[in-house]
């Protein structure tokens, strides 16, 4: 899931141990107003200090979490094409859904529950420092998080190594067309393949992480018009229209956050 800026909220995020490109994210919401999290392609790993163990399945469009004011949340984002492989279902089955862990995996949540348990109590009483609002504990629970997907990632042999040669050649814009052949698949091949590891075909993985390298481009002050034309889009109207279409509101919103 990525996240747009929110005043509601404090954020950090780290590199998983031992998952490739995979990230730890550690959040509170300090006020009432929901987070705005755009598609990117991944399945998320959550835990929320209120409801629990949850699965974020791949979004379509931007994604508005509301929490509760002192709720923190531990996710671990799978990048694309490999959260397939720890979760055990495939990524359409969770597409644009929130879902309760034990739903997927049944008996097998229990494991994981018992180590969070375990992380949260190792953690004592001062686990909240009033300097630190998300707390030292978040980072047991999210080793828990990863230990588990690691475990269940190499039971399963890894993740298909297809994805992650479709996800970074569309990262790069590559065409359509020219990804199928480069991965030794006709089209609609590459379609049939792209639903189970991506939650959907190449034409929107594409335009989602079009959309993410436009925004971290502008984000590094790259003017919007240039940004348009590095990322692909016919001009910075484009731009706008394919923002709106996938986040919900134009890019200036998303960067005035």
Same mark, same amino acid.
């Given at each position: 899931m990525g996240r747009a800026c929110d005043a509601g909220e404090v954020y950090r995020q780290v590199p998983a141990a031992g998952i490739?490109?995979? +990230?730890?994210?550690? &959040?509170?919401? /300090?006020?009432? @107003? %929901? /987070?705005? +999290?755009? *598609?990117?392609?991944?399945?998320? =790993? =959550?835990? &929320? @200090?209120?409801?629990? =163990?949850? +699965?974020?399945? %791949?979004?379509? /469009?931007?994604?508005?979490?509301?929490? &509760? *004011?002192?709720?923190?949340?531990v996710g671990l984002r799978l990048p694309p094409g490999t959260g397939p492989a720890v979760l055990g279902v495939p990524a359409d089955a969770l597409l644009d859904r929130r879902v309760a862990l034990a739903d997927v995996w049944g008996a097998g949540t229990a494991e994981l529950m018992d180590r969070i348990d375990a992380a949260r109590s190792s953690a004592g009483p001062a686990r909240r420092p009033p300097d630190d609002p998300i707390g030292p504990d978040v980072e047991r629970i999210g080793a828990a998080l990863t230990a588990v997907a690691l475990t269940r990632l190499r039971a399963a042999g890894g993740p298909d190594p297809l994805g992650a040669r479709i996800a970074a050649r569309l990262a790069t814009g590559g065409p359509i067309a020219a990804t199928a052949a480069e991965v030794g698949l006709g089209e609609r091949a590459l379609r049939r393949r792209c639903q189970p590891l991506f939650g959907y075909g190449p034409k929107t993985l594409a335009r989602i992480l079009r959309m993410r390298r436009a925004l971290a481009l502008a984000r590094a002050g790259t003017p919007l018009a240039e940004v348009a034309a590095r990322a692909g889009y016919a001009d910075q109207a484009h731009l706008t229209r394919e923002v709106r279409d996938l986040a919900g509101v134009p890019p200036t919103r998303l960067l005035s956050g």
């Open positions: 490739r490109e995979a +990230v730890v994210w550690h &959040s509170v919401a /300090t006020g009432g @107003s %929901p /987070t705005r +999290v755009l *598609p990117d392609g991944c399945l998320d =790993l =959550l835990w &929320s @200090s209120r409801a629990g =163990l949850l +699965v974020a399945g %791949p979004d379509r /469009t931007a994604h508005l979490s509301a929490s &509760s *004011p002192g709720e923190r949340w």
